[in-house]
């Protein structure tokens, strides 16, 4: 079993930046692909970004295009979503995932964090 832990989110106004970090237990095949989801209130649950651990390829979601940076600190164990400009609508609990596939929708990943609210005011 892979804990992920999961930091830095908070109420911010719009415009601000944030940045959330996420520290999985341990690293296996399992953990090769880290991602970010966001699930707002009454809405599915979105993907953010995904990055590898061996050589940082990342994807972005259309939400985040542009505006997020994915990152990971090998020697800290850590990944990192930076998030710029923020709106109202990106409001929403974000979950850090990790995963064994190079994918981008919730099923393919094994291990989950708690989720961190994120809460931008207008």
């Known amino acids: 079993q892979v804990l992920l832990t999961e930091s830095g989110g908070g109420l911010v106004q719009a415009g601000d930046s944030l940045r959330l970090s996420c520290t999985p237990s341990?690293?296996?095949?399992?953990?090769?692909?880290m991602a970010w989801f966001r699930q707002a209130p009454g809405k599915e649950r979105d993907f953010v970004a995904a990055?590898?651990?061996?050589?940082?390829?990342?994807h972005y979601g259309a939400n985040a295009m542009g505006r997020f940076t994915i990152s990971t600190d090998n020697a800290r164990n850590a990944v990192f979503l930076r998030m710029d400009g923020l709106k109202a609508e990106d409001t929403a609990v974000y979950s850090c995932?990790?995963?064994?596939?190079?994918?981008?929708?919730?099923?393919?990943?094994?291990?989950w964090g708690q989720g961190i609210q994120v809460t931008v005011s207008s």
């Open positions: 995932a990790a995963g064994s596939t190079w994918a981008f929708t919730p099923d393919n990943y094994h291990y």
């Open positions: 341990t690293r296996t095949w399992r953990t090769t692909v």
């Open positions: 990055i590898t651990w061996s050589d940082h390829m990342t």
